[in-house]
Structure formats: structure tokens, C-alpha cells
């Protein structure tokens, strides 16, 4: 037997697992070259109690971090244990998940059956795969992956998690949401569009994600405003009292195999449309939506750069969002350049309540944007006048409605963790010549946001001083870098200088 | 600036990097999520001093194993950065491997071009990428990878090492080698053939693997009866005098992507015809090999299954080493089941030795099959008649001449690192039923010489008593167990309970 120790290491999802070289339990070799381990809890009987996690091992020296009679364990395997430090455990050779034989299968370019994928669906949510072996199975998908098996794998997400019900509250009828393939810093509709359909009186529980490789995710700017880390109940109820939230889906486990598949997927930049189907629209089932409108972003830097790929993925929505009983309305929108003005959580919230206020100087592409996805919205609403959306939308807008609704989720979600103003260290960055600014490359302006600080310093990012169709002077300033860190302002600055990403044409 | 330790965690290949999530230096979340780091080293003018390696970033809490201005890493990232403890060190967000688009493409169905999969490689080898990012890549390799690519990537992974040239010894005209795709458990050929041909005066400078998941490697097997670890100037000076040597091929350096991709491929199970060629002939041609008999088992249980699989592979086998000037004699074998009776090092070892005695009860399988592959290389020899090859080699096992050689390379390659017999705690597994042995599942085997403890334990693994086609009676013992662990025997005895991998049929 050994003894539990947590080592205070987040390996980022996965489990590891520590043993001395020298171990004075087991032979420590035995385990190395495979290095998949199961782990086991022993209880007061010296026999397993059938509790036990899979771990990725590492062999640790004599005199480094370790006893000779401890096993070392990640952050997230110990969590997943659930035992306490110094309980009794044992270590086996790791016998391979009952859909490893499926896995395998995909790796060398079989089509899986709907059961295959249950059982593969089920062995990821229980963490019984390394994040190499996750990667494995992500990029097989992206390479081969039949729209069957696209809606195989949504069902089985969908039923792995949490799936939330809302006809306690009388509301049958309809669930309204909207979402956006993502890929264009900026655009943060959703804090726009939840309010207006909630002021309308349709039920909309927005969940978002928090950024991982982009400089903000809607949960992060949302953030800024209120807090936004609810559990279900808690989201159920400022729904039931305000028809909309904006809150993290972090704590609500819906679709959870998307959450470990997106933790692969974002690493390697693979945003294949066979993944992004299966995953927006298993966390949408299970938030019980009924009637979603899904934004398309197409443009040169845009995750889909032409008509013909948004096509394509428009109509593998389409197939998936029926089968499964879900109303879907897909848009394309313009995604040439970022929308709005900032880039990270404080400015772009700046962004949305200037809209919401009516200010103005608020960004109109942002305005227009959200009204767009408001109205098609709206339209769901069997009451409303066919055609009618965009005027309620611009009216529920103008009228301060759609600011009162958000003030009132503000309210209900619960005041923001920490107050935050943009970032102190600023400076700007300038044309290097003069001309027409032609385009602005989205992936670089989210990494240099990115290396800025945001979204972990709520205040880093960058605020564009001018968009696509602008005349520059060289030397006139294109953006201003915000940093709370001199270190990451030399980072975002190093990279700026190697390529603005405007695109300047004479 | 942060101070470097060693943490003496062996991660298996990874570079790893540890950072207290309350660093007094710099801010761990700006790292965490993209979690790929450059880690440099610092001159004593502050500046960094060009020597920088990639590192997987895991975020350590506060009061577990690392000071709050450290910066820790895994084994193999301290060797690689090549500082000593305590040394100043930086980290930054890191930039792409200049390869990255193209492992991206390739993850996205593309095809590679010659420079780029050159650029690819290049950045393999100096340890750029994360496994998963090496799963990526082998995976999107096994779904499309085309003939070009294949060859392409050989080239690359040949020019990436260190390459052997025998021309010095005046030897230009031919060097010999043979090969087997493995899966086959006791397949020691190898050990059996070098002899009969060095003994003939052919030059076969044989290097070898340990094993990765199976339980013996030949490199393994011949540590029982020499010093295998050579560098590659004692491998030469060993073959100049012996014509032939039986070396473990981790100290030369040949082909070193090769062995960074088998890491991941390995575990993952992944044996793509396609990377089995670029695996071995670039393995080959690196040391300097010029005529190659390759040995493909073909069995239920063996790598290929059948006749059409071997044959495709047969042909891009011969395709590929047309293009890169190697003489290949592609050999179908059998592979329904072990060959000879041993699986471990020690059982097989004694096997080899008991076939170049010529003693009475040596495995003929083991036999036979060594004299086929070695009558094939035989025939390279210009100086041979036509058709005589397998006369020779009879007659060079026979008079005790292979015996002689083998005996002369043990001597040269120096003695074995420890003196090993077969490993004392034994078990029989018995047949259930009475009947004609249908067949022997390779894998299956294997599996259960593993968790006996092979390679690690060199007298640990299997002894088959009764082989495909004996009829045997309910009781009668099929083979013997041998572990020096009893919870090694434990292991191996709960997995061939549960099936012990003979089809008896009545």
C-alpha cells in the first residue's frame, strides 16, 4: 500500500500521477513505458473499495519531492479521487477503457456506431483518457466523421451532463438563444441581444465560456458587470425573475465532454465543422433550448473565410439541430474585421453598455450586429408580426427597455468578484505609412490583446482607434495597448511591432 | 528573473515546466492556458544568452515543491536547456515552432510538401512540440499521408541524425541488414541470422530497439548475453572486427525523430504502413545499410492480417527504398502465433543459443525461420551461386561457424551489465478443454509476458509448453509463468485467468 500525497500541481486537466523510481511498494518500471495506471483506494480491510481514477505516470528521483512509499498525485486526480491526503492507495497497470477498442478504431479511419460513441463519450467524462489520447480521437474526427456519427456524438454529449428542464416554470413553449461560432475579438452581441428578447418577454438562460485562447470570452466580459459563476438553481431563478441571464456555464456541467474535447481542441487550433457542430449544439440541448439563432462570421481571418465553407457548415447544423428537435435560423455575418472598439473584457463591456445607453459614440457595428440577431430572435415569437423583429428590437433599444433588462440581470446574477477600469499602461501603435486601412486580421489583434493580459487582467486588451474603410496618416495611431504588467506590455509591444495586423493599402 | 530547478520528474520525453501559481517574478495565469512556454537561459549582463528550449507549463500551489521565484522542470528539460541548478533563467508566452502551420495542415487533410515536413522534423527533434501535438501530427499521418509524403518525411528523418559510413573501412561494396515489423512475441531472429552471416564475412551492422510495449526487444535479449549500450565508435570498431554486431541503437543517434515519434505512436497503438516505413527505413538507410531482407509476419493476430495488407505495404516498402537507393527483399512469414518457446529476454536468449548449438530440442520454428532470412542476405553476395543461399546457411549453423561468430561478437560487444536466469516464481496455466490447438493470440501473450514483468525483469515473462496444432488434454499445462514479484505474478495470473490466449478446439 501507498500513501496519497497531492502535490500541488494543476497539469491542466489531467491526471498524473508520482512515484518514486525507487519505490519501496512497487516497481516503479513496471508502470513507466505504458504509463497509463489505474489508482485505487484500500480501505480499512487492505482491499480495494472501488473507487480508483486512470493517471498518466511520471517517475519521480529519490530526494526529490517524494517519499519512497508516497504516490504523488495531480491536482485533478486527486480531486477525482475524492480522498483525503495520506489514505491508503495502490497502483495497477491500467487495464484500457471499454472504448479504447473504438478509439483505436478512429484513429485508423473507421465510422464508430452510436453505441461506440456512447461508450467513448462516457470514458471521456470520467477523465479515463490522456490528453494524448484525446488528441487523438479529436483529430481523427476532424479528418473523417460522417454527419451520422457528427449526430451520434452530439446525443451522446448531450446526455452525458446535466440537462436542464424549464417546463417547471410553466414555459413550455420556447427557450430562445443565440450563439456565435467565435474567432472575431470584440464581438460581444450576446450582453446585447439577452436583453432585448428578455425585455421582449422571450425566456433566453444565456451560459457562455470563459476565454481559453481568446482575449475574452462573453463570460469574462460579462464579468466585469456581474457575477457570473451560478449554479443551476441559481441560474434558474434569475431566469424565472428576469426571463435572461448571462452566467458561466462552468458551474451548470452541461455537455462536460465538450469542456474536455475543447481543452485538445483549443491547444491544437482545431475548429473543424464536425466539432464545432457537436459542440455547440450539445450545450445548447442541454440547456434546454428549442430556438437557436447562430451566428456565422465569414471573412479572410474569420474561421470561416468563404461562402462556401459557411454553406457547408450551415447545412451540417441544419441536419444535426433537426434530427435532435432543435429550431436553428443560421446567419452569416461580416467577420472582416474585430467588432466593436475594445478588445478585452473591460473594453469591450465599455462597448456594450455604451450601446445599451444609447451613447452617441457607441460602436455601430456592434449596435446593428445585435439588433441583426435580435430581430431574427424576435421572429421566433408566434405573436409577433412576420417582418416585425427589427423594428421591436430597435424600439425595445431605443426605448432604454433593453438597458432596464440588463440592469436587472446585473442585479440578480449578483455584484462583479473585483471593480476594474482599463488597464494604466497604455501606448499606442501607428500606421507605418498612410492610406486606406483594407483590412484587419483578427487572429493577430487577439494575440496581442492576448499577450496584453487579457483576459486574466480584466482591464488589459486593446481599444481600436480606427476600423476597416478609414483614411490613416502614417504615424496617426491605429489601436492603444492597455497592460497592468510592464512584462506583458513588452510582450503584446514586441509583438505589435513585428506586424500591426492592419492591412494599409496607397 | 527565476531561478532553475530540477525537479527529478521523468516525464517521459515531455519538457515540462513548473511555476508557483503566485510567482514573485512574473504572473503564472498569462502562461497557463495556452500553456506552451519558451524557457531561456539568463546571462550575467541580464540578457538572454540565445539558449532557450518549449515547455508544457503546469501551475504549482503555493507551499508545495517549488520557492515562490523558481522555475521548475522535468528531467528532460533540464537536460535539454544543458544549465546547471540554481542558474537564472526567463520564461515568455512561446511563438510557433516554425513548422506549425504545416503539422496544422496536416491536422486539417493537407498535403505536406518535402520542405516543409524537412521543417517539421527539424523541429521534432529539437523537442518543440508537446505529445499532444505529436498525436496530432502521427494521427493526421495515419488517416492521409500520401507515397510522396512517406518518402519525403524518410528523407527528412535520415537527415535529421547521424548517418554511419563504412566506406572508411574499405568495405564500400554492401552492407547487409535485416528487418522485422515485430508484433510477433519470441521472433529473435536477428540473434541467429548476424552470426551466419558475419560468419560468411557479409557486413551487418545490426542495431536494435528495447522494447516499448512488447515484452522483449532485441536489444533487450542480447543484454542478457552482452553489453549492448555501444556509442557509435564502439559499434564500428566491433563490426570492423566481427563483420557484425548486435547493438541497442538509443546511443547512435540514427534517425532520433524516429524514436521521439514511437513514443507517442507506441502508446497510442498506432502502426500506420506508413509510418512503419518511414520508422524503418530511415532507421536503415541512417546506418548506412544498402541491401535489407525485411521480414513481415502475417497472422490473425499479427500486425497485418492478411495477404492484401502485407502486399500493400510490401509495395511502399519497395517504393520508397527504390527512391532512396536501398535494396530491399520484402519476406512473408508466418505469423499465427510466438515463435520458438521463450517470451522475455532470458527465455528467448536461451532459445538463440540453443538453435546456434545445434541442440536437439531447439525450436524449429526459431530455427527455420532464422535460416530462411539469412539464405535471403546470403544471396546479396554476388560471390554466391545463384539459389545456394540456404545451403550456406545451414552449413555455417552447422559446423558451429554462426556459433563461433556469436560467440566472437559477445566477447567484442564486452560482457552483460548483470548475469540473469529464467526468474524463480513460476505458474502453469492449464488447458480448460481437451482438443487441437486452434491458434495463439500474439498480443494476447505478449500482454501477459509484460505484467509477468518483462523486459524489466530479464528472466521474467513466458515458457510455451504446447504450441499451434498439439492436441492436449483439460489440465495439461500450455505454458509456464515466471516472475521475480509476486504481485507481478499476480497481475500476469489475473489476465491470463481471464483468457490465456489458446483457441482449443475439439
Redesign the interface.
Known amino acids: 500500500m501507498l500513501t496519497l500525497r497531492r502535490?500541488?500541481?494543476?497539469?491542466?486537466r489531467e491526471n498524473i500521477a508520482?512515484l518514486r523510481?525507487d519505490c519501496a511498494v512497487?516497481?516503479a518500471?513496471?508502470f513507466?513505458?505504458?504509463?497509463?495506471v489505474e489508482i485505487f483506494a484500500v480501505g480499512a480491510d487492505g482491499r480495494p473499495n472501488g473507487r480508483a481514477i486512470r493517471a498518466t505516470l511520471?517517475?519521480?528521483?529519490?530526494?526529490?519531492?517524494l517519499q519512497a512509499s508516497e504516490l504523488g498525485v495531480?491536482?485533478e486526480a486527486f480531486a477525482q479521487l475524492g480522498l483525503g491526503e495520506g489514505s491508503a492507495v495502490g497502483i495497477?497497470?491500467a487495464s484500457p477503457p471499454a472504448s479504447a477498442d473504438a478509439l483505436?478504431a478512429k484513429?485508423?479511419?473507421r465510422s464508430l456506431s452510436e453505441a461506440e460513441l456512447r461508450l467513448l463519450v462516457t470514458d471521456v467524462v470520467a477523465n479515463r483518457y490522456?490528453?494524448?489520447?484525446l488528441?487523438?480521437f479529436v483529430?481523427?474526427a476532424?479528418?473523417?466523421f460522417s454527419r451520422d456519427e457528427v449526430l451520434a456524438l452530439t446525443r451522446a454529449m448531450i446526455d452525458a451532463g446535466t440537462r436542464l428542464d424549464w417546463s417547471a416554470q410553466g414555459n413550455t413553449r420556447m427557450i430562445v438563444d443565440k450563439h456565435s461560432i467565435g474567432g472575431i475579438p470584440g464581438n460581444r452581441t450576446s450582453m446585447i441581444v439577452v436583453p432585448i428578447v428578455a425585455a421582449h418577454g422571450l425566456t433566453c438562460p444565456k451560459t457562455s465560456s470563459r476565454?481559453?485562447?481568446s482575449p475574452a470570452g462573453t463570460a469574462d466580459t460579462m464579468e466585469v458587470l456581474a457575477r457570473v459563476a451560478l449554479d443551476a438553481q441559481e441560474m434558474r431563478q434569475v431566469v424565472e425573475r428576469e426571463h435572461g441571464c448571462l452566467v458561466w456555464g462552468g458551474h451548470v456541467n452541461l455537455s462536460p465532454a465538450d469542456d474536455i474535447f475543447i481543452a485538445?481542441e483549443r491547444?491544437?487550433?482545431?475548429d473543424?465543422p464536425e466539432q464545432m457542430v457537436a459542440s455547440i449544439l450539445s450545450k445548447k440541448a442541454a440547456a434546454g433550448v428549442t430556438h437557436l439563432v447562430l451566428d456565422l462570421p465569414v471573412g479572410p481571418t474569420a474561421k470561416l473565410r468563404n461562402t462556401e465553407d459557411a454553406t457547408n457548415l450551415r447545412k451540417l447544423f441544419e441536419y444535426v439541430a433537426d434530427a435532435i428537435g432543435l429550431i436553428i435560423e443560421v446567419i452569416f455575418t461580416d467577420g472582416s474585421q474585430p467588432i466593436g472598439r475594445g478588445i478585452g473584457p473591460v473594453l469591450e463591456a465599455r462597448d456594450v453598455m455604451a450601446v445599451l445607453r444609447n451613447e452617441p459614440d457607441a460602436p455601430a457595428d456592434l449596435r446593428d450586429k445585435s439588433l441583426l440577431l435580435a430581430a431574427r430572435m424576435l421572429e421566433f415569437d408566434p405573436a409577433l408580426r412576420g417582418g416585425g423583429g427589427m423594428q421591436r428590437a430597435r424600439q425595445l433599444l431605443a426605448s432604454g427597455a433593453a438597458l432596464a433588462a440588463m440592469q436587472r440581470i446585473m442585479a440578480a446574477q449578483g455584484p462583479p468578484p473585483e471593480q476594474c477600469a482599463p488597464a494604466a499602461l497604455t501606448m499606442e501603435i501607428k500606421a507605418e505609412r498612410s492610406g486606406m486601412i483594407a483590412g484587419i486580421d483578427c487572429l493577430h489583434l487577439a494575440r496581442i490583446a492576448?499577450?496584453a493580459?487579457a483576459p486574466?487582467v480584466k482591464g488589459a486588451g486593446i481599444d481600436l482607434l480606427e476600423k476597416t474603410g478609414a483614411h490613416v496618416q502614417a504615424g496617426q495611431p491605429l489601436y492603444r495597448l492597455h497592460a497592468g504588467?510592464a512584462?506583458?506590455l513588452g510582450?503584446a509591444l514586441k509583438y505589435a511591432l513585428s506586424d500591426n495586423g492592419y492591412r494599409v493599402s496607397s
Chains 1, 2 share one sequence.
Open positions: 502535490l500541488g500541481i494543476d497539469a491542466y508520482f523510481r512497487v516497481r518500471a513496471d513507466q513505458v505504458l504509463n497509463r511520471n517517475l519521480v528521483d529519490p530526494g526529490a519531492v495531480s491536482d495497477a497497470p483505436h484513429v485508423m479511419g490522456s490528453k494524448m489520447e488528441a487523438a483529430v481523427a476532424a479528418n473523417a476565454a481559453i485562447t485538445v491547444p491544437l487550433s482545431i473543424s492576448r499577450l493580459g486574466f504588467l512584462s506583458d510582450f
